[in-house]
């Protein structure tokens, strides 16, 4: 360095030199060569930026994968569900035609039902109807019984006579073995 200086100061002779000039001194220069690594080797040594910006390079590096696998993913995401709404119209159509065709098995069920409820109801009107018109014939003849047997009392009373009944006893006791008269 020394040499540069003497040789810097033989080519300046009289007049301001290029080096020295106002604004564009050579020392200026030399000093920013010299900062510049001795800068770069304090921050690495001494501050570790050298690891702190691998280690940020890697972060950024491991973000930007997995911002690329998640964007992967949603594009799949995407296509799948493209892919099912382009399918929609025909799945719900298939579901209208699936409820229509179970709409009419339930109808038919139902009609079937209903019939075999009717005949069931029908038959058991016609028992209901058997059994009461044999109660009221059963009604009828107790009835017409104790109609006839009221009314042949009446007459019997109406019409009998105390020497009727009095040969009627006689003749019943002569039956069961009595004493004679």
Same mark, same amino acid.
């Given at each position: 360095? =020394?040499?540069? *200086? %003497?040789? +810097?100061f033989a080519l300046s002779e009289g007049e301001t030199p290029w080096w020295n000039y106002p604004g564009f001194e050579l020392w200026k220069f030399i000093n920013l060569? &010299? #900062? %510049?690594? +001795? @800068? %770069?080797? #304090? @921050?690495n040594r001494v501050l570790g930026v050298r690891g702190s910006l691998r280690h940020r390079k890697e972060? &950024? *590096?491991r973000d930007l994968d997995r911002a690329r696998q998640e964007r992967d993913a949603a594009v799949a995401k995407l296509k799948e569900v493209e892919e099912r709404l382009s399918h929609l119209? *025909? /799945?719900v159509a298939a579901i209208q035609e699936q409820s229509k065709r179970e709409a009419a098995e339930e109808r038919e069920r139902i009609a079937k039902a209903t019939e075999v409820e009717m005949?069931? +109801? *029908?038959?058991?009107?016609t028992r209901e109807i058997e059994s009461a018109g044999k109660a009221a014939k059963f009604e009828l003849r107790r009835y017409a019984a104790e109609t006839s047997v009221r009314l042949? /009392?009446?007459v019997i009373r109406r019409e009998m006579k105390p020497e009727d009944d009095a040969r009627l006893i006689s003749r019943s =006791?002569? /039956?069961l073995g009595g004493a004679p008269q």
């Open positions: 360095m =020394v040499t540069l *200086s %003497i040789i +810097l060569a &010299i #900062f %510049i690594p +001795l @800068l %770069i080797w #304090f @921050l972060q &950024i *590096s119209d *025909s /799945e005949a069931k +109801l *029908s038959e058991q009107a042949a /009392e009446e =006791v002569e /039956e």
